[in-house]
């Protein structure tokens, strides 16, 4: 069995012991098995990766995986960024609970929307499908507000730009935008984990089909 996976496995056993809802800990097991892959293979602090201070990953490993230890990642140094910030606090506002797991999951998501590729794939996740369900469950107000099924990042920066009085959109409706086909084309590409496992990797600094989407 491979580092990835078997890392993958402990994490949700401790979360089924703990009573995390499963989703949630895939989620958060995918995120947390893709950093320290990612850290092992290109340097760099797993908590910084996935834009949690030490404390917030001594907190994720018990709060959501029943106290299963994490490999050693020191954290992330310092504040994020404004957009990054912006990011969190539009998911938080958001969440469908507002526990203290979703708020940790929201900073995750906002630190891992900065990688280069769809959001999807840099959460971990197998497919665009989990991320869609993923938001219908612990971000319902998002998740009804992009029925248009536009892309996440996408999405994510139009709301980001609205929130400041700005707008993205090159045209007044969709149907009539050049862009169409960058904000609500298909988001295919290969699974990081599923990469991975077939002894695969590309550099952080080459996205993947799709690239920011
Ligand atoms: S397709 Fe054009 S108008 Fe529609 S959200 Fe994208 S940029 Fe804006």
Known sequence: MDVTRGMYERLIAGA??????LLMAHVMACILALAYAESAEEGGDAGELCGLAGHELDEVAHLVFGGTGLPDGAGRKGA????????????MMHAASACRSEM????????R????????QDLGLSHR???????RRHFPGLARRNAQ???WKKFFY???CSA????????????ECDDFEDCFGAEDGEALLARMANGKWLSSSQPLQGGMA
């Open 80 to 91: 994020p960024g404004a957009p990054e910030m912006d990011l969190r606090a539009i998911l």
């Open 113 to 120: 929307a900065l990688r280069p590729n769809h959001l999807w």
């Open 164 to 175: 400041e009085g700005f707008t993205l959109c090159a045209a007044p409706v969709c149907t």
């Open 129 to 135: 499908g989990e991320l869609s369900e993923l938001m």
């Open 104 to 111: 940790l999951l929201s900073a995750m998501i906002a630190r």
């Open 158 to 160: 139009r709301m980001m």
């Open 149 to 151: 099924d536009m892309k």
């Open 16 to 21: 089924t012991m703990a009573g995390t809802p």
